[in-house]
């Protein structure tokens, strides 16, 4: 039986032209908290490498005032900068605005905290690099905003795609792929669920490069596939997808810690990001079942030849991801 992973190199032209940074796409961050009435402790985060930043600028809206002179530093990878503001009137309908966001391809997540215990998240991209305190959100705006906050993680976090990709190489027919992708899933949303909420928890910079390898296993597993021949890594794919899921869900959690949770919402955060994670997974395998059968039909090219290309593709994608991030580690 021909296998339906055979033909998913035009899905995966997209990942080589990305970034071998891969799933360490991360957007800037401001965390605004009401540490008194009208009184707020500020910090803005914005990536960096090095000493080099992104010129990014957070404002704040007019009618608040700094009450202390900035902290700026650079911690790891980011560069942080601490402030402490009045604002007459307090925040809402006030305006926050990102400058030199228009010419970035990255985005800015607001988080604000106030004394009641009420929260909101804004995203500011490129397109709209504003937003406008409410004074608090809905219950149904908070998940709206963690659910696309997680299709788009899981959309820019190529080698966790790549992952899937690479098992869905390996599965002989589509119950398989159900079954591996749900064990997938469940495996992280574990970790993502227990990491998020504190219970546990591992370095981020190890876990990256570990997901990089786990990424290079599966290629190399692909490539010592042989007629007639059921290996382990085929027979039980869902084995292998549960064992990684429980790591790839540390990545995940890795940048929710960033974004934050809500204190008033933290139960229907974490569900609604884990939902957007596997519902831009869900979209992912769809398309590439979709794409896979469309190269199939009109381009008629040969899956044996296809799919060992892939695997050289994949695991050399894996590596130039991993090397980087093991440098890192010790920096």
């Not at 032209?17 to 009208?38: C, F, N």
């Not at 039909?297 to 695991?315: T, V």
């Not at 590596?319 to 580690?329: E, H, K, V, Y």
Request: charged share 15%; net charge neutral; with cysteine.
């Amino acid at each position: 039986m021909r296998k339906p992973g055979a033909l998913f190199g035009l899905p995966l032209l997209v990942f080589l032209g990305a970034p071998a940074t891969a799933h360490e796409v991360r957007p800037a961050y401001l965390d605004i908290r009401e540490s008194e009435p009208d009184g707020f402790t500020v910090l803005w985060k914005v990536p960096a490498q090095g000493r080099m930043r992104l010129a990014l600028d957070a404002h704040l809206p007019k009618q608040c005032v700094e009450t202390a002179a900035p902290i700026r530093s650079f911690e790891g990878s980011a560069y942080l900068e601490r402030r402490v503001v009045d604002c007459a009137g307090g925040l809402r309908n006030g305006e926050i605005v990102v400058d030199g966001l228009k010419a970035t391809l990255t985005e800015a997540l607001v988080r604000i905290e106030y004394q009641n215990g009420g929260s909101e998240v804004g995203r500011l991209m490129p397109e709209a690099p504003s937003f406008t305190a409410a004074g608090a959100q809905t219950s149904l705006e908070v998940a709206r905003t963690y659910f696309l906050l997680g299709v788009e993680h899981i959309m820019l976090g190529f080698d966790h795609l790549i992952f899937v990709l690479a098992l869905m190489l390996l599965l002989h027919d589509r119950f398989m792929l159900f079954k591996t992708i749900t064990a997938f899933t469940v495996a992280h949303s574990i970790t993502l669920a227990g990491a998020s909420l504190g219970y546990f928890s591992l370095p981020q910079k190890p876990v990256e490069a570990t997901i990089a390898l786990s990424i290079a296993f599966v290629a190399s597993e692909l490539l010592k596939v042989r007629p007639n021949e059921v290996r382990y890594s085929e027979a039980c794919p869902w084995v292998i997808a549960f064992a990684f899921g429980l790591l790839h869900g540390f990545g995940f959690s890795g940048a929710l810690k960033e974004i934050g949770l809500p204190q008033s919402d933290v139960p229907l955060s974490l569900l609604t990001f884990n939902l957007g994670v596997e519902a831009g997974q869900i979209l992912f395998v769809t398309a590439a079942l979709a794409l896979a059968w469309a190269a199939r039909a009109i381009i008629g090219f040969h899956p044996a030849l296809a799919r060992r290309a892939i695997s050289y593709a994949i695991g050399t994608s894996a590596m130039l991801w991993f090397i980087p991030r093991i440098a890192t580690m010790a920096i």
